[in-house]
């Protein structure tokens, strides 16, 4: 079945440091790649997407690029900042898997001051 | 713009007593889902609501019970409380079909069972 693989955390990083949280996944069909972040408290957001094959999504400064041929999806930053710190989640939708979202288990991510 | 709203925050239980968690949605979406999260282990989806009327059993159902209770509400039972059902509960919501529309995330309740 398809899954999604990250890069285990804690992650920790000083500010403005350049920051790859890395996701690889496994799929039956051509899915749709996410990114969400979770801040302390609150639940999930998305943070960005790729819904084909050499797509680039960005946003707030982050940008992660669908690359098929290697089944990833890393997440970069140039340059993390101490609000950055929150916990990151790679996720797939999969149309053969009726689009459910197969998440990853999820990367803590740490900058310090 | 309150988006979605799940209520209670915190609930301590003991093994065997039950509750519901409510879920409410305000965007005017089709499709809920609840999810519990535990450490290490990403979010696992529990039920889901594709429309009004249907629900469907995600990847681990068992000990839960859902009711779709009209657009806005999903509501999530435990009839049996167990420890291992201690865990942060998610409740989403998408208005969209196909595999681009993004999940809106409630805020969690985090559920303690003793």
């Known amino acids: 079945g398809d899954s999604v693989t990250q890069m285990e955390g804690p992650v920790t990083l000083s500010e403005e440091a350049f920051l790859t949280i890395n996701c690889t996944y496994t799929a039956t069909g051509y899915p749709s790649l996410f990114w969400y972040v979770q801040y302390p408290g609150e639940g999930l957001q998305l943070l960005l997407k790729?819904?084909?094959a050499d797509d680039k999504g960005s946003n707030k400064g982050f940008e992660a690029t669908y690359r098929k041929e290697t089944t990833s999806f890393h997440l970069e930053k140039g340059s993390v900042q101490v609000s950055d710190s929150a916990v990151y989640f790679c996720a797939l939708s999969d149309p053969d898997s009726n689009y459910q979202l197969i998440w990853g288990a999820g990367t803590k991510l740490i900058i310090k001051p | 713009n309150a988006g979605v709203t799940q209520t209670p925050k915190f609930q301590v239980l003991k093994t065997g007593q039950s509750m519901t968690l409510q879920c409410a949605q305000d965007m005017n979406h089709n499709s809920m889902y609840w999810y519990r999260q535990d450490p290490g282990m990403g979010l696992r989806l529990i039920y889901y609501s594709a429309s009004e009327g249907t629900t469907d059993k995600g990847e681990v159902p068992n000990g839960y019970n859902v009711s779709r209770l009209n657009k806005r509400e999903f509501s999530l039972r435990l009839e049996s409380a167990a420890p291992s059902q201690t865990s942060v509960y998610f409740c989403?919501?998408?208005?969209?079909?196909?595999?681009?529309?993004?999940?809106?995330f409630g805020n969690g309740t985090r559920l303690t069972v003793t």
């Open positions: 790729a819904t084909k």
């Open positions: 989403a919501t998408t208005g969209g079909s196909g595999s681009h529309s993004p999940l809106h």
